[in-house]
């Protein structure tokens, strides 16, 4: 039994633990991808004082309609919903580009395009660990595991009710139930 207990419990252990970090990795570039477009609004509100450029409204319209998109995007798994937050990146890295090239100093556009090479590896970070098979591996485990315990456990279920009460009919039951169970499935 003890062999069944291990051979259970740690390969649960271990997929209940990587979903659990897949978890933490995914708030985390969230988070970051929220911190980036909030970044970029205040860089820019900082910007239009400065240098007299209108970017902050782009930018505004450009993070409230980015999150709807990872939003949307993180709730479907088609193509289309994930090319609508690239689509909205390319589009603001167009606009926000013409807009500041000839106000803004070199070394601070570059800051702006490190901040959209960021600003998508941190998108790409959220697909990728929704993309991810933890979970799906976690669901064939247990589906596995619920269909082949009561056939692996039966011999043992079965000699423990017959020592417990001493008679065969805890055999009868036991097959009983095994071939019920097979049978729902």
């Not at 979903?19 to 477009?37: E, T, V």
Request: overall charge positive; some cysteine; aromatic content about 10%.
């Amino acid at each position: 039994m003890s062999i069944v207990a291990v051979g259970t419990v740690f390969p649960l252990v271990f997929a209940i633990q990587a979903s659990f970090n897949a978890r933490c990795q995914a708030i985390r570039c969230l988070g970051q991808l929220k911190g980036r477009m909030m970044y970029l609004y205040f860089q820019s509100k900082a910007w239009d004082a400065k240098y007299k450029t209108t970017l902050a409204g782009t930018i505004s319209k450009f993070s409230s309609d980015l999150g709807i998109a990872v939003i949307k995007s993180l709730h479907r798994k088609d193509a289309e919903s994930q090319h609508g937050c690239y689509d909205l990146i390319s589009e603001v890295i167009a606009t926000t580009t013409d807009k500041a090239e000839e106000k803004i100093p070199p070394p601070l556009l570059a800051v702006l395009s490190t901040t959209f090479q960021q600003l998508l590896m941190d998108l790409e970070g959220v697909h990728e660990v929704r993309d991810n098979e933890t979970p799906k591996g976690l669901r064939k485990f247990a589906i596995f595991l619920i269909c082949v315990a009561p056939i692996t456990l039966a011999p043992y279920w079965s000699h423990y009710c017959d020592s417990a009460s001493g008679g065969e009919v805890t055999q009868v039951y036991t097959i009983n139930e095994v071939l019920i169970f097979l049978r729902r499935i």
